[in-house]
């Protein structure tokens, strides 16, 4: 191996090493905050796209739902606070994704779809198309799934009301 591949991969190595203990960090907050609503879950952890995954999963998803609340916002609400818990931890800034109930997962699965139509839409009408007000999460998904579909697409507006634009090619 040359010097530049042993670099590259002891950093492959260490941004990996960075990422499981986000997720360690961020299982144990999150142990704690369903301790304290006294809420049953399993935390999953997993790295993801150079990010830290943490997932909690119950067999009674009723319960967790109380943690989603409505469209999502409970869960982003968590998220930030999670990220934050993780942030007094190391001292760095994290991007870690929080799932509650496999609502994220189903979401991502809609917004795929959203962004694939709205593709084919702006393809045989040759017009731009602006969607409805997103999340940052939902909109790197939308994103995601134009970029897929061979278009370009741009965010627009101020956040809360920031939206994605699908651009004809």
């Known amino acids: 191996m040359t010097e ?3 670099t ?4 492959s190595g260490d941004t990996l090493t960075r990422l ?3 997720g ?3 299982a ?3 142990e704690g905050l369903l301790d304290i609503a006294d809420l049953d879950g399993d935390i999953d952890m997993d790295v993801e796209a150079d990010r830290a995954s943490v997932s909690i999963v119950s067999e009674s998803a009723r319960d967790l739902q109380k943690l989603v609340g409505r469209d999502g916002e409970v869960l982003e609400a968590l998220q930030e606070l999670t990220r934050l818990a ?3 931890e190391t001292g760095d800034r994290s991007r870690l994704m929080l799932d509650i109930g496999g609502f994220r997962a189903k979401k991502r699965e809609e917004l795929t779809a959203l962004g694939a139509q709205a593709s084919a839409d702006v393809k045989a009408s040759g017009e731009a198309l602006k969607l409805d007000p997103m999340t940052p999460f939902e909109r790197k998904v939308v994103h995601d799934a134009v970029a897929a ?3 370009r697409s741009e965010s627009e507006g101020e956040e809360p009301q920031r939206f ?3 651009l004809p090619a």
Request: charged share 25%; no cysteine.
């Open 164 to 166: 994605v634009v699908v």
């Open 8 to 11: 590259a991969a002891a950093e």
């Open 149 to 151: 579909a061979g278009l």
């Open 20 to 22: 499981e203990q986000e």
């Open 4 to 6: 530049g591949t042993t």
């Open 24 to 26: 360690e960090i961020a």
């Open 86 to 88: 993780v942030h007094r």
């Open 28 to 30: 144990d907050y999150l």
